[in-house]
């Protein structure tokens, strides 16, 4: 039998979702919009993560600072799945339940035991992507990026565009979508490439614009210095940490940022803006570092009103 608490914290849940849900969905409406997060941790004794994806969502425990019993975890969860679906209108079967646990420097994500991956189409301000709640930890959008990504859109008409470290390219489609006249994006992962030309086919944009690049970033960076190619706009959204054996190396962005930087930089176009971000909390960020570059903050205006204030860091930076 569930606790008294347990019963109450559920309906502190449920209320909080009916609120924030209702004002998101009005927004969604008008935005084109139908994937967004609706709860995180915002009630200290319920550390949970809430986020929709159409008629579907991804509810994520955070791993708790201290020892509870699993099968009183597991009911207690059972419960807020309950305050879920009855707030956000979902069946109990499209609500995907995960835990996220912190993860040592030298850990990484990893896909999550599930048959076959399951990928679902979902909407941001009119253009559709593929993500997979089944299979992983990311759902395949970092939608705390949503602001950046209009940006891009708004400024790419007939512009020359670098994604470094794409992931699943949603920087590429709102380029192409704003009338890029050419894309190039950088991953190391040729399933996140594949996923990306897929996201860019899914909204019909011209994929002879497109290039995917199965490459490391820093040594694809490093190669292009040497051409002739320049950039209008470069987006560098590295991982906080990456020793993947597909490179030579690792990266640490808390470390290597400014090398990081500094050979974009010497891709950019005259008029070229690099726009730099980084979720880690340790980087600090020091413009003496940047020899020659002008650099403004612009992480307040990069961050959609679903997500924490501190959910990343963002830069705007130009050669002087």
């Known amino acids: 039998m569930p606790s008294e608490k347990d019963e109450q914290q559920q309906a502190y849940l449920l209320n909080r979702l009916l609120k924030r849900d209702r004002h998101l969905a ?13 709860y995180d941790r915002d009630i200290p004794e319920i550390p949970l993560l809430v986020e929709r994806y159409g008629d579907e969502a991804l509810l994520a425990l955070f791993e708790r600072p201290y020892e509870k019993p699993e099968d009183e975890e597991l009911a207690w969860l059972e419960l807020m799945k309950q305050a879920t679906s009855q707030a956000l209108a979902i069946a109990p079967d499209n609500i995907h ?45 970092f939608m705390d990026h949503r602001p950046l990504r209009q940006r891009l859109r708004s400024e790419a008409g007939g512009m020359r565009v670098l994604n470094l470290f794409c992931y699943t390219g949603s920087f590429s ?35 002879a614009l497109y290039q ?18 320049r950039y209008d706009r470069i987006i560098l959204d590295p991982p906080t940490f990456s020793n993947s054996k597909k490179m030579t190396g690792f990266l640490d962005t808390n470390r290597h940022w400014p090398e990081l930087v500094q050979l974009c930089a010497k891709l950019l176009a005259p008029d070229g803006l690099l726009y730099f971000s980084t979720n880690s909390r340790d980087l600090r ?17 990069t961050i959609p009103e679903d997500f924490r204030p ?10 002087q």
């Open 26 to 38: 009005k927004w969604g409406r008008r935005t084109e919009t139908d994937c967004y997060r609706v």
């Open 97 to 141: 339940v995960k835990v996220r646990r912190r993860l040592g420097v030298e850990d990484q994500y990893e896909k999550t035991s599930a048959p076959e991956a399951q990928l679902k189409t979902v909407h941001e301000h009119g253009l559709a992507y593929l993500v997979n709640l089944h299979e992983y930890l990311d759902t395949g959008l």
């Open 173 to 207: 489609v709102c380029a192409l979508a704003g009338g890029a006249a050419l894309v190039h994006a950088v991953d190391l992962s040729n399933t996140y490439l594949a996923w990306a030309e897929r996201n860019i086919r899914l909204n019909g944009l011209d994929t």
């Open 212 to 229: 995917g690049i199965r490459t490391d970033a820093i040594e694809f960076l490093k190669d292009a210095a040497h051409s002739t190619i």
């Open 285 to 301: 960020f020091d413009a003496a570092l940047l020899p020659e570059l002008n650099s403004r903050d612009i992480s307040a205006s």
């Open 310 to 319: 501190n959910a990343h860091k963002a830069w705007e930076i130009s050669r």
